[in-house]
């Protein structure tokens, strides 16, 4: 024996039966009921009331227990073993009693006792007395109201548990906790043994839903600034205003203070700053100064680099969401009509992509508000774009977007800029972060577009009177032979004329005669435009003419016929004379009723 320790030198020994509710409700003395050895300096003591602790035999002074977080609690009676590889077993068992249904039937107002009862009753020798008399003359008389009271059946369970005290580090510690999801434990054992809580509100970060308080409570409280800025360019908040709150903090870590402060002291990673307050203001000086500090700009670290990349990355999110709130239809449509997957898909898609995407949804108005915000990107490729829309769809419900023609020159789509040019926007500084003018033009580049279809790219760049011209023509001739829809190709050639397009009079005629054929006079629904092309004049007279009664037939020459040829009289001078003869030679062959009135009429006229 080494030497010995009173119950008062033992650790925790008043406490842990005070603090302990379950063991307050035990009697009996708290005293050590099994021991085993942890090592040959430590000892695991397992007291009779379910403490386990484990104690120092080397200190000559009070015994202190070893584990962290107090006695482990277990239940009384508990036995421990030796410990291997560096942890031990406990094994506890715990009782229960459960009173069991008698198999004999209760008359009415018989009662029956528990275990408890029964106790109390053998500990009064008064009551113990009449119940030995009542069994007595229950024996004698057989009658009911001397019969004993019944004792109710017992069933005893008993529960074992094998529990396991393993030694780990502080560290190893820590992160089972994280995984246990035990974050205020984590916290304390963090902030005890100088840890990085930002591990913890990593974690709380990620099983959150994002929010603003989300944001406050723990993305503020990560010191990686790297991961936090990474975080907020690449999660996708559930609502607008969460998203809004969530780039913004991103621009806020991201600032040129910061940028300032990593040159100043030439930090080897990212580290919070003190006061990143007023963000705005400090930008406010950033463009004042940025001329000043740029011969400095040629020496940004890496993390540097990271920080430029990373507000452009920012911005460039900020606007695509300021422009999907404007789709949407402003502020308070956005806080109820956005979704966060649709907004994925926005923002990650390339802009040329969107703007086709809502093209082929016959979204006009998302396309012109493209248009103004991001026209330097779109603009070159206006008239693709346009051709994305369905050819089943009506030019007016795009006519807005439709280019026109003012004193021969094209007119210029109104741009209008969502926010002043940022620091590190600066065609000077861009150069330094290796993010240029070119690496953008490629990141939004359209020229999948033209891998489509080749043809568009007789109308990709700059609009030319030219250009209009020949894209208003093929784009009639397109919707005509996809859709066999006459009067939308027609619609959009006058829609054509009246933004002061030239050379679309002869398509125009062509469709006009379409139009007459196929909806008027109902010759063949199935005629198309190049069949139609391959008809003489005399030949279009007389399909015009084929289904007419004789009554209807000055009715029908005026309003389809002479139209018809007065629009080639403008083209071509004399034609008119000689197709009305060569029509009415070819009639008087067969009956010369028609004639006389087609005659009658041109008299009138």
């Not at 030198?9 to 708290?30: F, H, I, M, W, Y």
């Not at 009384?76 to 715990?94: D, H, Q, Y």
């Not at 246990?180 to 840890?195: H, I, V």
């Not at 209008?416 to 040019?421: A, E, F, I, V, W």
Request: net charge negative.
């Amino acid at each position: 024996m080494r030497r010995r320790w009173t119950m008062e030198e033992q650790p925790q020994c008043t406490l842990s039966v005070d603090s302990n509710s379950a063991a307050s409700k035990r009697k009996g003395q708290r005293v050590p009921l099994d021991a085993s050895w942890w090592n040959e300096k430590l000892v695991i003591v397992a007291y009779s009331h379910g403490d386990v602790v484990i104690v120092d035999t080397t200190v000559d002074v009070q015994l202190e227990n070893h584990l962290d977080n107090g006695p482990e609690v277990c239940q009384p009676g508990c036995v421990v073993t030796n410990a291997v590889n560096g942890g031990c077993f406990i094994l506890e068992s715990e009782s229960s009693v459960q009173s069991m249904p008698t198999s004999l039937p209760s008359l009415e107002g018989e009662e029956t006792t528990d275990g408890d009862e029964e106790h109390e009753v053998t500990e009064s020798p008064g009551r113990t007395a009449v119940q030995l008399l009542k069994q007595v003359l229950y024996y004698v008389t057989d009658a009911e109201r001397f019969r004993p009271l019944q004792k109710a059946a017992k069933s005893i369970s008993y529960k074992h548990q094998l529990l396991a005290i393993q030694s780990t580090t502080c560290e190893e510690l820590y992160e089972r906790r994280i995984q246990m999801q035990e974050y205020d434990q984590a916290l304390l054992l963090a902030r005890q043994y100088n840890l990085d809580t930002g591990v913890v509100y990593q974690k709380q970060w990620e099983t959150a839903p994002i929010s603003q308080e989300s944001i406050e409570n723990y993305l503020t409280k990560i010191s990686n600034i790297h991961w936090v800025l990474n975080e907020c360019t690449t999660k996708v908040p559930p609502t607008y205003s969460a998203a809004k709150e969530l780039l913004q903090y991103g621009l806020t870590l991201a600032n040129l203070s910061k940028l300032r402060q990593m040159q100043s002291s030439r930090s080897d990673g990212f580290a919070p700053l003190e006061d990143d307050s007023d963000e705005e203001s400090d930008d406010e000086e950033g463009q004042e100064e940025i001329k000043v500090e740029i011969l400095r700009w040629g020496t940004l670290s890496e993390e540097q680099i990271f920080l430029c990349q990373f507000r452009f990355k920012l911005l460039q999110l900020k606007d695509k969401l300021e422009c999907y709130e404007r789709i949407l239809g402003g502020p308070h449509q956005a806080s109820q009509r956005y979704n966060s997957e649709e907004f994925r898909r926005f923002r990650e898609d390339n802009l040329t992509q969107v703007a086709l995407n809502c093209a082929r949804s016959n979204d006009a108005d998302a396309i012109g508000i493209l248009f103004t915000l991001f026209g330097d990107v779109l603009l070159p490729h206006w008239l693709p774009i346009l051709s994305n829309f369905p050819e089943t769809t009506a030019p007016a419900k795009y006519r807005v977007l439709l280019p026109s023609i003012c004193d021969g020159v094209p007119v210029q789509w109104s741009q209008q800029s969502l926010r002043k040019l940022d620091w590190c926007e600066m065609p000077e500084v861009m150069n330094y972060y290796k993010c240029t003018e070119v690496d953008l033009q490629q990141e939004n580049s359209g020229d999948f577009l033209y891998e489509e279809n080749e043809e568009w790219l007789n109308f990709k760049g700059e609009l030319s009177e030219e250009m209009l011209t020949l894209w208003y023509s093929s784009r009639a001739e397109q919707i005509d032979s996809l859709s066999g829809q006459t009067n939308l190709a027609l619609e959009l050639i006058e829609f054509g004329i009246q933004r002061g397009v030239s050379g679309l009079n002869t398509i125009h005629h062509e469709l006009l005669t379409m139009y007459t054929l196929v909806y008027q006079c109902e010759v063949d629904p199935n005629l198309s435009l190049g069949m139609m092309r391959r008809m003489t004049n005399l030949e279009k007279v007389q399909a015009m003419m084929r289904k007419v009664e004789l009554e209807d037939v000055s009715v029908v020459f005026a309003d389809h016929v002479i139209p018809f040829l007065q629009r080639l009289e403008a083209v071509v001078k004399g034609c008119k004379a000689q197709i009305l003869e060569d029509y009415l030679l070819s009639v008087a062959k067969g009956d010369l009723q028609p004639c006389y009135q087609i005659i009658r009429l041109l008299a009138k006229q």
